[in-house]
């Protein structure tokens, strides 16, 4: 493995909406905890919003991906943090 790859920070992704409090919730949640996360915008990329559904099997927005393959739909701040927490991330 190289040095890059060891260092590299994992991969969170966050499917949401500017319009969703629970999306901007979980924005300021992982920026508190300055964990870096990819958003997706599901306004400006309504086909992710098939790719969102897909993971979580429901319509409920935020969907959190983790890099352990877990995932996470409209969850609590607490329980973002607990993930974080497990990932070693915080």
């Known amino acids: 493995m ?3 790859q060891q260092t ?3 991969s969170i992704r966050i499917f949401g909406a ?6 901007r919730r979980a924005k ?3 920026g508190e905890a300055q964990v870096a996360y990819e958003w997706i915008d599901l306004v ?3 086909e992710a919003a ?4 897909d993971i979580s099997g429901r319509k409920n927005i935020p969907v959190i ?8 739909v409209e969850p609590s701040d607490a329980d973002m943090r607990a993930k974080l927490t497990e ?3 915080v």
Do not use: I, M
């Open 2 to 4: 190289s040095e890059t």
């Open 65 to 72: 991906t983790y890099p352990d393959g877990t995932h996470q």
């Open 50 to 53: 098939d790719v969102a559904a």
């Open 44 to 46: 400006e990329t309504p």
């Open 87 to 89: 990932l070693g991330l």
């Open 8 to 10: 590299e920070t994992p």
């Open 18 to 23: 500017d319009w969703c409090g629970d999306c």
């Open 28 to 30: 300021r949640v992982f």
